[in-house]
């Protein structure tokens, strides 16, 4: 099970990509609403999530995902609830992805530290003790980031790849007439 992360303001693009990427992929992932179950992207449009923050089970969830956006990455930071998460998906060493200025939550949270990185830039100085490399996607162990919704897609790519192997991503890849 992987959780991806909807509060008010996220990027449509940087959480929709990923989503359809990964269930192209046979990933069963759930999206969560962070400050509720109806969530507005920063261009306006509502998305239903699956569930609530208050519904979520870290019990068999493999990963993560934080899109950024704005003024979604930091209603993200803000959530006592995602905090915990990320506290124990770091204690139980489940994967973590955030892409554009989401990056920071965990960052802010030391989940970066000496790790690579990459986030929108601006938000270098909020990647607490990661070296932050420019790059539009990095993978460092179980932590992905990304730069920012221009690389949703590759984004996207990455995390099948990490939960289902490079060949299911090229097939996805393929599949989507993706360069």
């Given amino acids: 099970m992987v959780y991806l992360f909807l509060a008010d303001g996220f990027e449509i693009i940087e959480a929709m990509a990923p989503l359809d990427i990964l269930r192209r992929g046979g990933v069963e992932v759930k999206t969560v609403g962070v400050t509720g179950k109806r969530v507005s992207c920063s261009k306006g ?93 990095v993978t460092d162990g179980r932590v992905i980031t990304a730069k920012g919704a221009g690389r949703s897609i590759e984004f996207g790519l990455a995390l099948l790849a990490a939960l289902k192997g490079r060949a299911a991503a090229d097939a996805v890849a393929a599949k989507m007439q993706c360069p």
């Fill in 45 to 137: 449009v509502e998305v239903t999530a699956d569930i609530t923050i208050d519904e979520a089970s870290m019990d068999g969830c493999e990963m993560l995902v934080l899109p950024g956006g704005l003024p979604g990455a930091e209603n993200l930071a803000a959530s006592e609830a995602l905090s915990d998460m990320i506290d124990e998906a770091e204690s139980a060493g489940v994967r973590m992805a955030a892409i554009c200025a989401a990056p920071m939550v965990l960052g802010l949270k030391g989940a970066l530290r000496g790790k690579k990185a990459t986030c929108f830039p601006g938000y270098e100085n909020k990647l607490l003790g990661a070296e932050c490399t420019g790059e539009g996607v």
